[in-house]
């Protein structure tokens, strides 16, 4: 048997807070089953919240969530809308092809 070296994964501390969240939910073993990361590091990540449970020292991590602008806020706004409208759009012309094409198959 040879052993596969698996590739350093790294997570932002936003993604670790809210896997430990989803973890108390449902459960270790189903959270890291949804995510795809090993039980052994979501219960690290478990352990490390108890030892320090007033202080969210899994999101000061270097990767943790970052406070920007109102300016760049309402650019993503902006941008999420449009794509929201598109999606929208998308999803009314599979809506009508889906009707025509139910019609035609009768």
């Given at each position: ?10 997570y ?16 270790g ?22 030892k ?35 999606a ?19």
């Amino acid at each position: 048997m040879s052993e596969e070296t698996v590739p350093k994964r790294q997570y932002t501390g936003e993604f670790k807070v809210e896997a430990v969240r989803l973890a108390d939910s449902v459960g270790g073993h189903e959270a890291a089953r949804r995510l795809g990361i090993p039980i052994a590091t979501l219960s690290n990540w478990s352990r490390r919240r108890r030892k320090a449970p007033g202080q969210e020292s899994i999101a000061s991590a270097p990767n943790g969530p970052v406070r920007r602008s109102p300016t760049d806020l309402e650019a993503e706004n902006s941008r999420l809308r449009k794509e929201l409208a598109s999606a929208r759009l998308d999803v009314e012309i599979l809506r009508k092809a889906t009707a025509y094409f139910a019609k035609g198959s009768r």
